[in-house]
């Protein structure tokens, strides 16, 4: 038969339990609203999403040209960007709806700390553009911090940082591989990676090495740029 002392036992244990759930779990319950919202209804291949460095935060483009920022630890919406491109600097202010101002192709919240906090204030939202244009969106002042027109013509394909040399590095429609300064938006060099439109691109989690996707699978050494492996592909 339960008791007080059984009771407190079990309330202990629950306060126990739910203390030590991983960030993950924390994520996912929180993240469940998202489900019921109209966005199950969207084209799955207009949908952009990254997480925070700390996973604090989720960054969400459903390809009408807003961004939404979702607090995963509360499970709400934090803040909305519309038209980040606009000179008014006001990015808070909705467009029209269903109007499309940009045409966002992929996303990455990279950390200008090597430490991860949960401050916004220290990372940066870089987004590429279908029209070649890279995005760098601090979300924490509400303001673009910087851009790069044209950086790939026909499109950016894929965003991707690394720590160790803090870079930010972009592929595209060109073939190209774009090394940028993620504090000023400064071209930090390039090279070619394929004489075909790369569709995506990543770079290891030590900095070292490189992968793009094309019609074949190429491994690239991040120092120097050489080609270490190649593997067939989809044509």
């Known amino acids: ?18 203390k ?8 996912e319950e929180t993240l469940k609203p998202l489900k019921s919202q109209s966005m199950v209804s969207m084209n799955i291949r207009d949908l952009l999403t990254s997480f925070s460095p700390s996973l604090d935060y989720l960054a969400i483009s459903s390809g009408d040209g807003r961004i939404k920022i979702w607090d995963t630890l509360k499970g709400q919406v934090q803040t909305e960007f519309a038209d980040i491109t606009s000179s008014e600097g006001n990015l808070y202010a909705k467009p029209e709806r269903g109007h499309l101002s940009v045409d966002y192709k992929c996303m990455k919240w990279l950390s200008l700390d090597k430490k991860k906090k949960r401050k916004l ?20 002042a509400g303001q673009l911090k910087w851009s790069v027109s044209d950086c790939h013509p026909g499109g950016v394909s894929a965003v ?3 720590a160790l040399d803090s870079c930010i590095y972009t592929s595209g429609a060109d073939g190209m ?23 995506c691109m990543s770079v290891s989690s030590d900095g070292k090495i490189l992968a793009t996707a094309a019609a074949q699978l190429k491994i690239f050494n991040c120092s120097d740029h050489k080609k270490l492996q190649k593997f067939s592909g989809h044509p």
């Open 1 to 18: 038969m339960w008791d007080r002392a059984h009771l407190s036992l079990l309330f202990c244990y629950y306060e126990q339990k739910q």
């Open 20 to 27: 030590t759930k991983t960030k993950t779990e924390r994520v």
């Open 121 to 140: 204030g220290s990372s940066l939202l870089v987004l590429g553009t279908g029209s070649g244009d890279l995005l760098a969106l601090d979300v924490s």
């Open 160 to 162: 991707s940082f690394s």
């Open 177 to 199: 591989i774009c090394k940028t300064d993620p504090q000023t938006g400064n071209s930090l060099g390039k090279f070619r990676a394929s004489t075909k439109a790369i569709s």
